[in-house]
């Protein structure tokens, strides 16, 4: 049996030992390659300014191959003999710290001494930032925090009345009487008394479809604040849901008579990035795409019809209807549709 197990150790000896030769001879050989091809490597080395950084420290003989590679060689394993220093005495601090921390007045010690050693540290920084940061850089900061405290007290719908401005409902209906185009995300928001948050869509207010009658649309979604942590964002982000990501949840009439909106140019950087996702799901890009050729389509027959109806009512009733076709970018979108062929 002892005869076994010494053959065991044996195979097993020769095994590692054949491993760490075997990574020992491909470092020899990337050596000698490198040192083959030294010509072709140096400009590389000179390109991300390695060769000028070795000279500015004095590292560099010209002339003297061996003896720049003797003077690497010494600081590199300087560098080594420092690492390994500093790990023993991190190693022996922490074995102190676990020692001294493993009971409750110990952690207070512990935090005492971090403290007192920590101030000097402290108040060299504190002093540094006043005299060298900039009055106006200090006050945005402190801006920015008193933002981010405010912010994290706050509830999603305040946050919404914060950063973006109320809007009657003719100002809303005004707004969005315009015809969606790819790449227009600057939704309006809707918030119903029930604090439902509405993301309401650009429609021509008086165009029925064959999915969206007359009126405003939009995704209903599920807003909150999050913890960074959970999230893998800052700790101060609002998690936005569209509801229809869930089962038979999608676009949806917005219920207009209790809604209030509100409409910003320099939107939540945080709701203005779950609007700009949206605004790339299928459902809003064929949303787009129903809007824009049931409009042209039917203005474009309204048109047809006023022009040769021998019939004054129904002449009349066309020019009626079609006064309510005014997007307010209708001639921009049609030159664009005109470009891709999709309308004349």
């Not at 007290?153 to 401005?165: A, G, L, M, R």
């Not at 020019?319 to 891709?340: D, Y």
Request: net charge negative; glycine share 6%.
């Amino acid at each position: 049996m002892n005869t076994l197990l010494s053959a065991a150790n044996a195979a097993l000896q020769y095994n590692r030992g054949k491993q760490t030769g075997l990574a020992g001879l491909v470092f020899i050989g990337i050596v000698l390659l490198a040192a083959y091809q030294w010509d072709h490597i140096v400009p590389i080395f000179e390109a991300i300014g390695l060769i000028s950084f070795l000279d500015q420290w004095g590292l560099i003989y010209e002339g003297e191959s061996y003896m720049t590679g003797f003077s690497i060689f010494m600081v590199v394993f300087r560098i080594c003999i420092l690492f390994v220093v500093l790990g023993f005495i991190l190693l022996v601090l922490g074995i102190i710290v676990s020692m001294v921390g493993s009971s409750d007045i110990g952690i207070l010690i512990l935090g005492l001494l971090i403290s007192i050693i920590a101030l000097p540290f402290y108040l060299v920084w504190i002093l540094f930032e006043t005299i060298f940061t900039p009055k106006e850089v200090r006050e945005e900061r402190k801006r920015e925090r008193m933002r981010k405290y405010k912010e994290a007290n706050s509830t999603p719908i305040d946050i919404i009345k914060e950063n973006y401005n109320e809007i009657t409902e003719d100002e809303a209906i005004r707004y969005l009487n315009r015809i969606p185009t790819k790449g227009d995300h600057l939704f309006l928001l809707g918030v119903t008394e029930e604090n439902e948050v509405f993301f309401v869509f650009p429609k021509p207010y008086y165009l029925n479809t064959e999915n969206f009658s007359a009126g405003l649309w939009g995704i209903k979604s599920i807003m909150k604040l999050c913890n960074g942590s959970e999230f893998g964002i800052g700790p101060f982000q609002i998690d936005i849901k569209p509801e229809e990501i869930y089962p038979g949840k999608g676009i949806q009439p917005v219920p207009i008579d209790r809604i209030t909106f509100y409409h910003s140019d320099n939107s939540h950087k945080d709701i203005k990035a779950k609007s700009q996702q949206f605004s790339y799901r299928d459902e809003y890009r064929n949303y787009i795409d129903e809007i824009q050729s049931t409009y042209f389509q039917k203005k474009d027959n309204l048109e047809k019809t006023i022009s040769i109806t021998p019939n004054k009512e129904r002449f009349n009733e066309a020019v009626h209807e079609i006064a309510n076709f005014n997007a307010s970018n209708e001639e921009i979108v049609r030159m664009m549709l005109q470009s891709e062929g999709r309308v004349q």
